[in-house]
């Protein structure tokens, strides 16, 4: 299949395009190599994925849209998995605009582009942040998202509700996979496990929000990969898919294992929570198993053993 991915130079977006490659698949990415973090770990992550096979990589920004239409006018692809975005809770409270333009206005302009090339089907990688704190554990794909935590959450519901209209417009096939937490090699360098690593390995101190009770979903990258490769083929017009591991790891836990993995005592530094923050995070997975097939493989702890081994390979 020629199959376009957006953000293909991130963290989940470079081992998604891996994979397909190995696959067989034609693949396409469009990434702006934006500075949230350092762009050099995004051209290392382009050349991993050169290991796998050849590709062709367009430089644009989603907010650019007539380059946008060129570049995928020109590719034709057959899917299109959207993963480029401005993540992060926190830092969506302090840039909301940037947030919103590439996040909202950035969707837009591909589903607008999808549409002028004929595109069949459309992935888009959504967040576990939609369901906020006012549901029932744990979270189902039924359940409201009309009441995130913060901009960056806001953005992504905005998305799944584009996604919709598109999909209704246009009878473009949508996949909206709600993705809960992900780690493993080349995570992004803010995301707590990579960033504990990195100061447990200094010998600093980790800022630890709260009173160590805030738990989230982890997902390894290989089965959100995996879900995104299923969802290629699952018969649909528009459905919505949870991507956890239905097990919830308290932070203080996280914290431990990590210590256990690098064998390294933690200095902790406890600060307040954080405004944005969800203080849960729980899929229920009935509807992913089921329908997409989806059956993630890899516990939490031995995705952090696998994790630190690239941590310390890096390195
Ligand atoms: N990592 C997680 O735990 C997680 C959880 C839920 C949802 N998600 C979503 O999955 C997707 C990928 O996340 P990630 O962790 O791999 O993040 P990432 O930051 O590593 O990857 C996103 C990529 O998008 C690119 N990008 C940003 N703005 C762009 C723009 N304007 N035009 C073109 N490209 C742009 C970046 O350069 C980056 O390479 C994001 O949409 C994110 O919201 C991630």
Same mark, same amino acid.
Do not use: C, M
């Given at each position: 299949m020629r199959i376009l991915v957006t953000g293909g130079a991130g963290f989940i977006g470079s081992h998604l395009c891996e994979f397909?490659? +190995? +696959?067989?698949?034609?693949? @396409?990415?469009?990434?702006?190599? %934006?500075? &949230?973090? %350092?762009?050099a770990l995004k051209r290392a992550n382009l050349e991993e994925i050169r290991s796998a096979g050849c590709f062709e990589f367009s430089e644009t920004d989603l907010r650019?849209?007539?380059r946008l239409r060129q570049v995928v006018t020109e590719f034709r692809p057959e899917a299109v998995a959207h993963l480029a975005a401005r993540a992060g809770v926190r830092p969506s409270l302090l840039e909301p605009e940037l947030y919103v333009a590439t996040n909202v206005l950035g969707t837009v302009n591909l589903f607008e582009a999808c549409h002028a090339a004929g595109v069949r089907r459309f992935i888009f990688g959504s967040s576990s942040s939609v369901y906020g704190r006012y549901n029932r554990l744990p979270f189902s794909e039924g359940d409201s998202i009309a009441k995130?935590?913060?901009?960056?959450?806001?953005?992504?519901?905005?998305?799944?509700?584009?996604? *919709?209209?598109y999909w209704h417009l246009h009878q473009?096939? /949508?996949?909206?996979? +709600?993705? *809960?937490? /992900?780690f493993g090699p080349r995570q992004r360098p803010d995301l707590a496990i990579r960033? &504990?690593?990195s100061l447990i390995e200094e010998g600093k101190e980790l800022p630890i929000f709260g009173d160590g009770s805030i738990q989230r979903d982890y997902t390894y990258v290989?089965? /959100?990969?995996? @879900?995104f490769d299923r969802a290629l083929e699952v018969p649909c017009g528009f459905e919505i898919f949870n991507l956890g591991n239905s097990r919830t790891i308290r932070l203080d836990y996280m914290v431990e294992t990590l210590e256990k993995a690098l064998g390294k005592k933690a200095l902790r530094r406890h600060c307040p929570p954080q405004p944005g923050d969800m203080d849960i995070t729980y899929a229920?997975?009935?509807?992913? +198993?089921? /329908?997409?097939?989806?059956?993630?493989?890899?516990? *939490?702890e031995e995705g952090v053993q696998r994790f630190v081994q690239w941590f310390r390979r890096r390195a």
């Open positions: 397909w490659l +190995r +696959r067989g698949h034609q693949i @396409a990415i469009i990434d702006n190599l %934006d500075p &949230f973090y %350092d762009p650019d849209a007539s995130p935590l913060s901009v960056y959450a806001a953005t992504k519901a905005a998305g799944e509700a584009l996604a *919709f209209a473009t096939s /949508v996949v909206v996979l +709600r993705i *809960f937490t /992900v960033k &504990f690593a290989d089965d /959100v990969v995996a @879900a229920d997975l009935t509807k992913s +198993r089921k /329908v997409l097939g989806y059956n993630p493989q890899v516990p *939490f």
